[in-house]
């Protein structure tokens, strides 16, 4: 039976073992090679962020390049980070990378942020943005 289900997640995704395993090295892979592993690059990351748990810098390293490359595509997912306080580590990564995402995404995950799990953190990561449209966050009511 667990038999069964192993080969069931692998059919589901079977780019996520060579993804894992990239993340899982001592030294960072680009994101571009590890897109370049599989054919569903988002799909593939965010499901190493929702289900991968060691090493723990695989998940983080998913996620970072999510940020980076796929932000317009997993905003739902970028709301959730800032929000639940069981993702303390994911929160961090987002505010930290505020200025990467395109504004149309930034402004709003740090609205949801200021209300999130962590508002002071959010406050003062925000007031220390570059961008002046998501520095103004924190001052608009």
Known sequence: ???MLIVG???ANPDLDAVVLALSSRDAVSCESLEALTTTPTATLVEVVDTVQM???APMRAANCLIEH???EIHPQLDHWVTDPNLAGLNRLVLGKLDVMPLEIAVPVAQKAL???DPELART???ASK???????????
């Open 1 to 3: 039976m667990m038999w």
């Open 9 to 11: 997640q692998a059919q």
């Open 55 to 57: 090493p723990p810098w």
């Open 70 to 72: 796929h932000a317009l």
């Open 115 to 117: 209300v999130g799990s």
């Open 125 to 127: 990561r925000i007031g």
């Open 131 to 141: 961008v002046t449209e998501i520095r103004a966050v924190v001052v608009t009511p």
